[in-house]
């Protein structure tokens, strides 16, 4: 009988590529789980994901109405995408969701960032997307670490046991 060694989870490496309130969240969450569980983190936030580490941005993310086959109405109605494109649905549905997170206890991004922050973990930049969109540091949350390129957050993200995941 083959005996398997169990190998924890020593090190994660999260990219948020996308800017929308439930993919930035799916980020904090996993980064902030894994700080608790102490677990080395590191998060590297590219493209539209800057969204959720801009000072401007970071509070006021939105809930994708269209292109969610996910999205559900109350009572479990699927939710027409067509709906999705009307004016003032996808504020109504982003502030429902922003309601229902408050109510489970979930912070703002900008505590959620300090929390990572506070517990060991790292937030990055994306060099080519702060350029590309021709922000700087000072744009970003005091919580962000450095603009780095893909390729250092690679380096980050070397050794055994570690797991890099994409949201």
Excluded at 79 to 96: H, I, K, N, Q, W
């Amino acid at each position: 009988m083959e005996i398997k060694e169990k190998k924890p989870l020593e090190k994660v490496c999260i990219i948020c590529a996308k800017g929308n309130l439930e993919d930035v969240y799916a980020a904090l969450v996993m980064a902030n789980g894994a700080v608790m569980e102490g677990i080395e983190t590191n998060v590297f936030f590219t493209f539209f994901g800057l969204e959720g580490i801009t000072k401007k941005s970071m509070n006021h993310l939105h809930t994708a109405t269209t292109g969610n086959p996910a999205m559900k109405m109350p009572g479990g109605i699927p939710f027409p995408t067509m709906l999705g494109g009307l004016p003032g649905v996808e504020s109504a549905v982003s502030s429902m969701m922003r309601k229902q997170m408050e109510e489970l206890g979930m912070p703002p991004v900008d505590e959620f960032l300090e929390m990572i922050t506070a517990g060991g973990g790292s937030i990055y930049a994306c060099k080519l997307a702060v350029d590309m969109f021709k922000l700087t540091k000072d744009d970003f949350s005091d919580e962000v670490k450095d603009i780095i390129t893909i390729g250092e957050f690679y380096e980050l993200c070397d050794g055994d046991r570690t797991q890099i995941i994409f949201t």
